[in-house]
């Protein structure tokens, strides 16, 4: 048997916003946008090299309930890891471009890491393994 998560949804107050953030801060490319009724459409993202991988479901909040869920998915704690093959690089360009980050890098027995925020305040790990890390 495989399996693998396909896609993690992120609820956001407005799809354009949310793509125009992820593939200018983050450089995310933008994998699908295709329009499902008239509010609702399905929008993909992915960090770069990561398009064969787990995307990110940018998901509009459809109720009051949802709204409230914007930017605290997860009460609070680290929401999203994202690798990468070289930290130095990608929180010097994320800084210049204005990314918040809330704890400066540190060195982890597992790697380097800083925590950043997106643009609704969900928390993720920028994150860069040490090799013999699984």
């Not at 940018?58 to 009460?75: D, F, H, V």
């Not at 130095?88 to 994320?94: G, L």
Request: proline share 4%; with cysteine; charged share 25%.
């Amino acid at each position: 048997m495989i399996q693998r998560i396909g896609y993690i949804a992120l609820v956001v107050r407005d799809y354009d916003e949310a793509i125009a953030w992820f593939t200018t801060k983050l450089q995310f490319t933008l994998v699908e946008d295709t329009k499902l009724s008239e509010t609702k459409r399905w929008v993909l993202v992915a960090p770069p090299g990561g398009e064969n991988q787990c995307l990110l479901l940018l998901a509009k909040a459809a109720s009051p309930e949802q709204e409230t869920r914007i930017g605290n998915q997860t009460g609070g704690r680290v929401f999203l890891f994202l690798h990468t093959d070289d930290f130095a690089r990608d929180y010097e360009v994320f800084t210049q471009r204005g990314v918040k980050f809330i704890h400066s890098p540190t060195e982890e027995s597992y790697g380097t890491v800083a925590v950043f925020e997106d643009l609704y305040g969900n928390k993720w790990d920028l994150l860069q393994l040490k090799a013999k890390h699984p």
